[in-house]
């Protein structure tokens, strides 16, 4: 059974840091590119950031850019989403997912696995 879970989410001040960590399962983590996705509440799902399934290239939307890291440890099939300079803008339920194309990519149907999402709160 294929899981994905993601946690790390919570309540932070503006300006403040958070790490969401994605435990999976299921599949063979090497060979997908992983990525974070956000919902904001009435907004759609957009892509925050996603990295290749080689680690060798990230990609970052421009609203967090400079501010998110993304990585991804294979050994512990784990995936992490470092978010610093917090804003109240960011504040969203965030998800994890697994795509088998290589490198990724920011839209919604280039995914194959998603976890439950994590919910982050930014309080100005």
């Known amino acids: 059974e294929v899981q994905l879970q993601a946690s790390g989410g919570g309540l932070v001040q503006a300006g403040g840091s958070l790490r969401l960590s994605c435990a999976a399962s299921?599949?063979?983590?090497?060979?997908?590119?992983k990525g974070w996705f956000r919902q904001a509440p009435g907004k759609e799902r957009e892509g925050v950031s996603c990295?290749?399934?080689?680690?060798?290239?990230?990609f970052y939307a421009d609203s967090v850019k400079g501010r998110f890291i993304i990585s991804s440890d294979n050994a512990k099939n784990t995936v992490y989403l470092q978010m610093n300079s917090l804003k109240p803008e960011d504040t969203a339920v965030y998800y994890c997912?697994?795509?088998?194309?290589?490198?990724?990519?920011?839209?919604?149907?280039?995914?194959?696995?998603w976890g439950q999402g994590t919910l982050v709160t930014v309080s100005s």
């Open positions: 299921g599949f063979t983590f090497d060979d997908y590119a």
């Open positions: 990295i290749s399934s080689s680690g060798g290239s990230t």
């Open positions: 997912a697994a795509s088998r194309y290589a490198s990724g990519g920011s839209q919604v149907g280039q995914y194959n696995y």
